[in-house]
């Protein structure tokens, strides 16, 4: 119900769609995320060979 009064509140107030971030996002802006090569989201993806490669390599 808080929330509700919340976004009625900023629409009513600044005539403006409030914006509400998702549980993720704020950490997924920091410098230590985006560096974090344990992180299958940092990691790239060849389009070419359909295959993602990461910092982590096997020992075989």
Do not use: A, C, H
Not at 8 to 28: A, R, W
């Amino acid at each position: 119900m808080v929330v509700m009064k919340t976004i009625k509140n900023v629409l009513d107030s600044f005539n403006q769609t409030p914006l509400i971030t998702y549980t993720m996002y704020l950490k997924e802006q920091t410098k230590q995320y985006k560096e974090n090569k344990f992180n299958t989201q940092n990691w790239t993806y060849d389009e070419i060979r359909y295959v993602i490669t990461g910092e982590i390599q096997s020992k075989t």
